[in-house]
């Protein structure tokens, strides 16, 4: 009793909760997951992979007969993939009493086989390998692709030749960038559609595996009093924002070739703005979620130049540290254009949402790190309490923010009267505070989502029409911005970003928040 009573009161996950929460059927005893993690020597991999499905298998999330396998051309035992990712693992909430014991648990299921990504040979002897702990078993395969985009479609060919030889299900993970432009990125999709079928792709975004994002729908959908001011008739602007607090270190050579605007905007900020202005799906089914959201996307204007503002961070001396500029990266040539800030207007076309902003901005080397969902409601008709506020109307209407990160939060700014004999109003906020509400620390994106895609749950995955229409929006204007060599506005590392971004919100009345 003492131990479910300190369980409780430490909100541990319990199995049967990860079970409701993934609608995992553990009845599926005779049946087998082989996870391979294709680019398993990478940053990613360490970073994020591993630690996630070592969560997972923490909380009980995961089948009772699982493998997981790194592939890579790196030449390494076992025992040294295994030392190199326990590294990376940790336990989520400190001091729990069987961690360590859990961690040599996780090891001992994770192996290496050392392979081309484009040889048929090697991947066949993955295949023995993976059979061989399958033991006769259903076998179900999952493959993360966490490589860089031009191996995709050999490591897919492999892989799903390999594959052929399982009785169960075989999916593949799939990294962005998806692409550069739409006609690369159906390239892409041609390619990998010469071995897949669209079911067995999940192209991860990872936002879209945030709790808050997740939760927006929930916002939405279940509380009566926001749905119905979800439109044009309440809402003023809606700013999607993304911000670093530190430039491209170490990744500057990827970076360089895609610049803010493919990196952040087109998928992540773009997957908010879908699912924060579609229409109310049928249903939670994932085909009902995706039409809806495709129905968004074909409903925008694709981004125009005037509406856009693109920068770049320049070197910046704070007392005794000089921060570097973009181009200080050495695998960044110094004449770069590529912009690691932008802010867009963009519009959508619907009834709903007909003349209002939805303003993004993303930037690395900025003054702070936070990506948040700001709603600026308008101003109340005929407000009885106008002089109240003196000139700064706009400074009093009630605005909606959803911090995604960090110290993710839910507030509403409302106008309150200060407590006194007067008649003084000041702005509070109703404040849902994460830290504060809940005990349980929220789990990383790449946990829900590997744990989906074992599931074979799409939703919180990007479907093909999708990315299509998602590249529509965004490829007259990188093209544009390419062609014309459009010189980025420089602001200094630690900044606000450019200036440019404030007269871009300016025209179309907007403070950023
Ligand atoms: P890495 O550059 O670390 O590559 C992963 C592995 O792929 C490497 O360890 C290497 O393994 C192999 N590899 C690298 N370059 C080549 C090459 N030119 N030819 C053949 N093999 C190569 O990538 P990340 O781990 O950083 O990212 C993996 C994927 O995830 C990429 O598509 C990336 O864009 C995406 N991504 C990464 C993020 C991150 O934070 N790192 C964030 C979001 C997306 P070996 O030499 O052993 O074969
Ligand atoms: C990745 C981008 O998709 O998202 C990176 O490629 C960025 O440039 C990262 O730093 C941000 O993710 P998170 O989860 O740390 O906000």
């Not at 300190?6 to 995992?24: H, Y």
């Not at 400190?94 to 994770?110: A, G, H, P, T, V």
């Not at 030749?161 to 990125?185: H, M, Q």
């Not at 959508?348 to 993004?360: K, Q, T």
Request: hydrophobic residues 35%; aromatic residues 10%.
């Amino acid at each position: 009793y003492m131990k479910k009573l300190k369980d409780e009161l430490l909100s541990i996950p319990t199995s049967d909760e990860c079970k409701d929460a993934a609608g995992f059927d553990n009845n599926e005893k005779e049946s087998t997951v082989s996870i391979t993690v294709v680019g398993a020597s990478g940053d990613l991999a360490k970073k994020k992979i591993f630690p996630a499905l070592f969560a997972l298998y923490y909380e009980d999330c995961l089948p009772k007969h699982f493998t997981v396998f790194g592939y890579a051309r790196s030449k390494m035992s076992d025992g040294e993939l295994r030392n190199m990712v326990s590294k990376t693992l940790t336990c989520r909430i400190d001091k729990r009493e069987n961690c360590s014991e859990k961690m040599e648990q996780f090891l001992k299921r994770c192996f290496f086989h050392s392979g081309q990504y484009d040889s048929l040979d090697n991947f066949a002897e993955l295949d023995k390998k993976l059979k061989e702990h399958e033991g006769g078993r259903i076998s179900n395969r999952l493959f993360y692709l966490s490589v860089p985009p031009n191996i995709f479609i050999d490591a897919v060919r492999c892989a799903s030749s390999s594959a052929s030889s399982a009785n169960g299900w075989t999916r593949v993970i799939v990294e962005k960038p998806f692409g550069r432009d739409s006609e690369s990125s159906t390239a892409l999709t041609r390619g990998l559609k010469q071995y897949l079928v669209e079911d067995q792709i999940f192209r991860i975004d990872h936002y879209l595996g945030k709790e808050l994002v997740e939760n927006l729908s929930v916002l939405r959908f279940s509380n009566l009093i926001f749905e119905p001011l979800w439109s044009r008739q309440y809402i003023r602007n809606v700013q999607l924002i993304f911000s670093e607090d530190f430039g491209t270190e170490g990744r500057g050579g990827y970076f360089n070739n895609y610049g803010i605007i493919r990196d952040i905007m087109q998928n992540h900020l773009l997957q908010i703005l879908a699912l924060f202005a579609m229409e109310t799906p049928v249903s939670l089914d994932a085909e009902d979620i995706r039409n809806e959201k495709v129905k968004v996307l074909r409903s925008m204007k694709p981004l125009q130049l005037g509406n856009v503002v693109i920068g770049q961070y320049k070197s910046h001396t704070k007392g005794e540290i000089t921060y570097p500029a973009y181009t200080d990266d050495k695998t960044v040539p110094k004449d770069s254009l590529t912009p690691t800030f932008a802010a867009a207007a963009l519009f959508i076309d619907n009834a709903r949402w007909d003349g209002v902003p939805f303003l993004m901005k993303a930037g690395k080397a900025l003054h702070n790190k936070r990506a948040e969902i700001r709603v600026q409601f308008r101003h109340v008709p005929g407000n009885l309490y106008k002089r109240n506020f003196g000139t700064d109307l706009d400074g009093a209407t009630n605005e909606l923010v959803i911090r995604v990160q960090p110290d993710e939060a839910i507030y509403l700014k409302i106008n309150n009267k200060v407590p006194g004999l007067g008649m003084r109003l000041d702005r509070s906020n109703l404040n849902l505070h994460y830290a504060a509400r809940y005990a349980k620390e929220i789990p990383d994106a790449y946990e829900r989502l590997l744990l989906d895609a074992i599931e074979g749950e799409r939703r919180l995955f990007i479907r093909s029409d999708e990315l299509d229409a998602a590249w529509e929006l965004f490829t007259p204007l990188l093209k544009e911005l390419e062609e014309k060599k459009i010189i980025p506005e420089y602001y200094p590392y630690g900044s606000r970003g450019p200036v440019g971004a404030h007269y871009l919100a300016a025209r179309y009345n907007v403070r950023w928040g």
